[in-house]
């Protein structure tokens, strides 16, 4: 992830596509056993939870030696998460990813075969044999292939294995987001294939979710997905906002340099005319020494111009000595006209514009947004 610098702030760029990891393996780590056949670790209620998720989705990457042993189809089982997609403009099913070293792939296989998607094989040389079937890509390692996808408009991949892959993406730093379902047994086979991470990795456990004996742990593996994480979690504050027609309804959360959320807050908890910043920084101490480096989320741009209160939420954020700042969506001009990302910026305070979660944010303030029906 990059970002770019415009008029003050940062802008959010991604030089690669947002990259979740999902995997299921049994309770001794392993993905599979050595039996001839697939083994499954995921139920019907977990499938499900994988159905969803790939229907939020762009493209599902496996590895070649998945689509040789597992035969996977890699498309959207129900069809209402089908029909939404066409609604929104998309394929019913998300692209299709493999990548190959050997370029050892039976064009009859379900990857190729099944659903009407585009299908991409990428390699250092792409099988021939597969011309006309799916479309050849030549690429020397996966920051190259990811780096392709996000070229082609892939915002958000699915890796779905197998282990040399997830591996591969971990130990590169190339993953957002990890989705770990555990299931309720044992293998017991020490030359099973196993999910290993990388070395060093902490990630944020951000979601635990029992379905039906199955456990589904979800991690946060990078600064981005972080960042998206609390983004939300301010967003979600927003929608505790009682209505109003002169103001925005913001959500606030304040975050320490370790993950560990300080305090949050949204527009007129305490009283009509307080703003979201300014209610989680007075659940604060100000001498709390993790105001340092910590970061504030927005569902909003921070105010730098009021009519309520002396002090703008900018102001208050320099106050604070919070050093960076996170928001989804830059304040129209609708009751003042603001600046605050250019004003906290140029007194040298981080400023990160998260715009593609900024339809989230303008969901919860419609009613301002949308002109009256005629009488």
């Known amino acids: 992830m990059l970002h770019d610098r415009h008029n003050g702030r940062l802008v959010l760029v991604t030089s690669r596509p947002y990259t979740l990891l999902s995997c299921a393996v049994s309770i001794d780590g392993c993905l599979d056993d050595t039996s001839g056949q697939r083994l499954l670790l995921s139920n019907e209620a977990d499938f499900d939870r994988v159905d969803e998720v790939r229907a939020g989705c762009d493209a599902i990457l496996v590895g070649a030696n998945t689509v040789r042993r597992d035969d996977p189809r890699l498309v959207i089982r129900d069809a209402a998460r089908r029909a939404a997609r066409v609604a929104r403009g998309l394929p019913p099913d998300p692209l299709k990813v493999t990548v190959t070293a050997s ?14 998607s585009e299908k991409l094989v990428y390699g250092r040389v792409p099988p021939a044999h597969l011309d006309g ?9 996966l920051r190259a292939v990811l780096a392709d996808l996000a ?3 892939v915002e958000r991949l699915m890796v779905e294995g197998g282990a040399t ?7 590169d730093g190339l993953a957002d987001e990890l989705h770990l379902a555990i299931a309720p047994r044992f293998v017991g086979d020490p030359a099973a294939p196993r999910f290993t991470g990388a070395a ?4 944020l456990l951000a979601e635990v979710r029992d379905l039906d004996g199955v456990v589904v742990l979800r991690y946060l593996l990078s600064p981005a997905a972080v960042d998206r994480h609390w983004l939300r979690v301010a967003i979600g504050e927003s929608r505790r906002c009682p209505p109003s ?14 993950g560990r959320e300080i305090s949050r807050g949204y527009s007129r908890e305490s009283d009509e005319f307080v703003h979201a910043e300014e ?6 101490d100000p001498a ?8 504030i989320y927005s569902s909003l741009e921070p105010c730098s111009v009021r009519r309520s209160r002396p002090a703008s939420c900018a102001a208050l954020i320099r106050a604070a000595g919070i050093p960076r700042v996170v928001y989804a969506w830059r304040e129209p001009v609708l009751f003042v006209d603001g600046h605050g990302a250019e004003e906290l910026g140029e007194t040298g305070v981080e400023v990160v514009e998260i715009g593609d979660l900024a339809d989230e944010a303008r969901w919860v303030n419609a009613h301002l947004l949308t002109p009256p029906p005629v009488s």
């Open 245 to 258: 027609q002169t103001a925005f309804s913001v959500g606030a959360v304040i975050v320490d340099a370790t």
């Open 279 to 284: 209610s989680a920084l007075a659940k604060v």
């Open 288 to 295: 709390d020494p993790r105001l340092a480096s910590a970061t």
């Open 165 to 171: 892959i997830l591996a591969a993406l971990l130990a």
């Open 103 to 116: 370029g050892h792939l039976d064009p009859g296989s379900r990857f190729f075969t099944v659903g009407e």
């Open 151 to 153: 070229a082609r408009g």
């Open 200 to 203: 060093g990795l902490s990630p």
């Open 133 to 141: 079937v799916a479309t050849l890509v030549a690429a020397d390692d």
